[in-house]
Structure formats: C-alpha cells, structure tokens
C-alpha cells in the first residue's frame, strides 16, 4: 500500500508541475521578456503625436493622432494641418462630410502617414474637435 501511494502522491506531483509550466505559455514574446541584456531597439514605441515627430520619425503606413488646426487650402481633398511643432499636408477624402470642422479649429485627427520618397502626408480617417467648449452657466 506504500508504494501505491508513493507512486499516486509523484504522480499528482508531477501533473501540478507540468500544467503550471503549459499555464505560464512560452517564454520570449512578453514585453518583460527583455533583460538587462538583451538587445536594444525591440520595444514597442509609441505613435508619434506632433507634426515634428510625425515628419522625423514617421514611417509608411504608421497610425498617428495629432492636433492642431487646418490652416490653409491646399486644392481638391488636400489642406495643411499644423500644431504647435510645424505643418504637414493632410489629405481629407472628398467622399466624406467634413463639413463639421472649420479653419482655425481646434481638432484632432486619426490617420495614417503616407511617405514617399520626397514627400510626407497623412491620409486622415477621422476628425474630431479636440475639446467642447465649456458650458457656461
């Protein structure tokens, strides 16, 4: 009877061990997963939020969010758009109502950046005002 329970108690013992070990997943593709030695440059970074950001770090593609104004018509579905760092050219698809937004106001825009070789713009998806104006009582 011994050595039945010895035998049941390591096997309960090592069905505890191998399902923390299939819990916990495989290793290496956590944020955490980087020590003190691994190599740099992995981490995720964040979105760039400035027209400056935009413009020297930027890549194709890349989903940003920036706000500013739209300041000048540039000619069909394409303005300016500057914040506090510079200006870029936006690009406000004609198929869309974007009567909601004037020059000069303060918006937010989602969009994604289109780089070329000489060029930078962002093709704006959406539009918001960036803060309702206070109620007043």
């Known amino acids: ?43 995720q970074q964040a979105a760039p939020n400035t027209v400056q950001s935009v413009i020297n770090n930027g890549y194709d593609d890349q989903r940003v969010f920036l706000t500013g104004k739209l300041t000048n018509y540039l000619g069909h579905d394409r303005y300016e758009f500057t914040d506090n760092t510079g200006s870029i050219e936006v690009e406000l698809d004609d198929d869309r109502d974007w009567s909601f937004i004037r020059k000069g106001e303060l918006i937010t825009i989602f969009g994604k950046i289109d780089r070329d070789y000489h060029s930078i713009n962002i093709d704006v998806k959406d539009a918001r005002p960036a803060a309702a104006a206070p109620v007043r009582k």
Do not use: D, E, N
């Open 1 to 43: 009877m011994s050595k039945l329970s010895l035998l049941v108690g390591a096997a309960v013992f090592a069905l505890a061990g191998s399902t923390a070990a299939f819990a916990a997943g495989p290793g290496g593709f956590g944020p955490s997963s980087a020590g003190a030695g691994a190599p740099q440059g992995f981490a």
